[in-house]
């Protein structure tokens, strides 16, 4: 049963053309984030929903945003993508924040060609 | 600075052998250590979750072990299969925050027939 879903798996575009990455999950859970991972690196936290509330990283771009319509999806937007950007994007989410509810629960990621 | 660093980077074995991977961290405060294997072109996907109290745990073929005193866990794997190829990584989490997630750049293991 598919837990975290990300769409598409594979996006190719332009370059500084807008693009919108799409993650949905089925746990009901509180937390979502979005990770940036480039080749042989670790993922690196973008910013993260507690529900309705937005949790940007400092150094985080303002070229990405992120918009939660509901609990089960959340959007990544990359306003004006640069050749740098293209990754994996992973989504996640987790129960809560508490110690004990919060494993992270990955989505099998995006991977972003930017032209 | 919070930092996790995993050795070795790459690691090349034969079907059917044992493997052990290494994780050092230096997060304070700590709460728990995950280890994730990551398949290529795949999210991460957790193998255990270790916290302050626990030595060891185990899941299948996966036994992960944690040194809380000298900040050092190790993941061993039985009797390899080709299906374990993927990349390994250790992921320590301040107390209390789940943002707080420190990732190691993880051990790439290859598997051969």
């Known amino acids: 049963d598919a837990m975290v879903i990300q769409n598409p798996r594979y996006q190719v575009t332009q370059f500084g053309k807008p693009v919108t990455l799409s993650c949905s999950q089925t746990l009901n859970h509180n937390v979502m984030y979005w990770y940036q991972q480039k080749s042989s690196q670790a993922p690196k936290l973008l910013f993260h929903?507690?529900?309705?509330?937005?949790?940007n990283e400092a150094d985080t771009p303002d070229n990405f945003q992120s918009r939660r319509p509901n609990t089960s999806f959340c959007f990544l937007d990359i306003r004006s993508p640069g050749l740098g950007d293209a990754a994996m994007y992973l989504c996640?989410?987790?129960?809560?924040?508490?110690?004990?509810?919060?494993?992270?629960?990955f989505g099998p990621g995006t991977r972003l060609l930017v032209l | 600075k919070n930092q996790v660093e995993q050795s070795p980077q790459s690691l090349i074995i034969l079907e059917g052998k044992n493997c052990t991977l290494q994780?050092?961290?230096?997060?304070?405060?700590?709460?728990?250590l995950r280890w994730y294997k990551q398949d290529t072109g795949r999210g991460p996907v957790s193998l255990t979750i270790?916290?302050?109290?626990?030595n060891t745990k185990s899941n299948g073929r996966y036994t992960a072990t944690l040194d809380a005193d000298t900040k050092q866990s190790s993941l061993h794997i039985t009797a390899s299969q080709l299906s374990d190829s993927a990349s390994y990584i250790c992921?320590?989490?301040?107390?209390?925050?789940?943002?707080?997630?420190?990732f190691g750049s993880g051990t790439q293991l290859t598997v051969l027939p």
């Open positions: 992921v320590v989490s301040l107390s209390g925050s789940a943002r707080q997630l420190t």
């Open positions: 994780c050092n961290y230096t997060v304070s405060p700590f709460s728990n």
């Open positions: 270790m916290t302050f109290s626990e």
């Open positions: 996640a989410t987790s129960r809560d924040t508490a110690p004990g509810t919060e494993t992270q629960y």
């Open positions: 929903y507690y529900d309705k509330d937005f949790n």
